[in-house]
T-cell receptor, first 115, second 108 residues
Framework: GPKVLQIPSHQIIDMGQMVTLNCDPV?????FYWYKQILGQQMEFLVN????????KSKLFKDQFSVERPDGSYFTLKIQPTALEDSAVYFC?????????????FGHGTKLSVL | GQQVQQSPASLVLQEGENAELQCNFS?????LQWFYQRPGGSLVSLLS???GTKHTGRLTSTTVTKERRGSLHISSSQITDSGTYLC??????????FGAGTKLSVKP
């Protein structure tokens, strides 16, 4: 079936550094999402992106976070600067149509470890 | 407050038994989606329905939006069904919000 690829699968960085998480969504999908899951905890919504704009974000989407998809390439989540509490698995998802109209397809996640 | 609540938190079954997983949500939902999260973390979409009952294979999803609840029935459970089942609620055009999940263990 359709696949969402996330690169890298694991990233280790020092607190205060910048990190960019990359997502290659399903090729014809138009809506993109990031979720955060701390080990053993609930999957939390971060942000929803469409047509070059943030459509919806949660209070977890701090000022240090940003998303973009330049020229239809990777959909990225950038954290600058990182904090210890940013350690989690970040899942990217995409859908052809907007929420409530279409299933979401998820990547395998990028595990971010902030030291 | 917690928008999506799932029960039970964990469930242990013998192979061949049926499972009934519950999902309750605190506001009006447009649709419920059920996902399976593998022990390694990746998610697979199982079923998605705005209301009523939907079947696929051994899975049956029932959503009663007026009563703000849904359920996932797994018949004749298999060892490979073990993992975490997540309910996600969608409201209007907002992105899905997840519950904490039901961890299912199926024993031989």
């Amino acid at each position: 079936g359709p696949k969402v690829l996330q690169i890298p699968s694991h990233q280790i960085i020092d607190m205060g550094q910048m990190v960019t998480l990359n997502c290659d969504p399903v090729s014809n999908h138009l809506y993109f999402y990031w979720y955060k899951q701390i080990l053993g905890q609930q999957m939390e919504f971060l942000v929803n992106f469409y047509n070059g704009k943030v459509m919806e974000k949660s209070k977890l989407f701090k000022d240090q976070f940003s998303v973009e998809r330049p020229d239809g390439s990777y959909f990225t989540l950038k954290i600058q600067p990182t904090a210890l509490e940013d350690s989690a698995v970040y899942f990217c998802a995409s859908s052809l149509e907007g929420p409530s109209n279409e299933r979401l397809f998820f990547g395998h996640g990028t595990k971010l470890s902030v030291l | 407050g917690q928008q999506v609540q799932q029960s039970p938190a964990s469930l242990v079954l013998q192979e061949g038994e049926n499972a009934e997983l519950q999902c309750n949500f605190s506001s009006t939902a447009t649709r419920l989606q059920w996902f399976y999260q593998r022990p390694g973390g990746s998610l697979v979409s199982l079923l998605s329905n705005p209301s009523g009952t939907k079947h696929t294979g051994r899975l049956t999803s029932t959503t009663v939006t007026k009563e703000r609840r849904g359920s996932l029935h797994i018949s004749s459970s298999q060892i490979t069904d073990s993992g975490t089942y997540l309910c996600a609620m969608e409201r209007n055009n907002n992105a899905p919000r997840f519950g904490a999940g039901t961890k299912l263990s199926v024993k031989p």
